[in-house]
Nanobody
Framework: VQLQASGGGLVQAGGSLRLSCAASGPTYSSYAMAWFRQAPGKEREFVAA????????SYSDIAKGRFTIARDKAKKTVSLQMNSLKPEDTAVYYC???????????????????WGQGTQVTVSS
């Protein structure tokens, strides 16, 4: 699986950005994709995830109410719509995928074997 993330950039606080991640390779029943982020000096943290079949989602507390994850099965892409952005959302955002994701592991960084290259999101105050 190869993942290609795009859509990052510079935005003012309160603004919006939409990230996209294109995936190659097959998708199976337990396939899922997710977004994580890593700010300078901090560990990579979970943002949101979506199961390919069924479309069930999981969000971290930082994302609930502001971010929306969605998938386009035909295009094999997953997007992250980010609204009401804050300076503390500044980070490199990574998309991830794996074939063995279950509900309890959707937010676990170690559960994902495939990672994209990351896209920088900078929110100015």
């Amino acid at each position: 699986v190869q993942l290609q993330a795009s859509g990052g950039g510079l935005v003012q606080a309160g603004g919006s950005l939409r990230l996209s991640c294109a995936a190659s390779g097959p998708t199976y029943s337990s396939y899922a994709m997710a977004w994580f982020r890593q700010a300078p000096g901090k560990e990579r943290e979970f943002v949101a995830a979506i199961k390919w079949n069924g479309g069930s989602t999981s969000y971290s507390d930082i994302a609930k109410g502001r971010f929306t994850i969605a998938r386009d099965k035909a295009k094999k892409t997953v997007s992250l719509q980010m609204n009401s952005l804050k300076p503390e959302d500044t980070a490199v955002y990574y998309c991830a995928a794996d074939y063995s994701i279950i509900t309890s592991t959707m937010g676990s960084r170690s559960a994902y074997a495939y990672w994209g290259q990351g896209t920088q999101v900078t929110v100015s105050s």
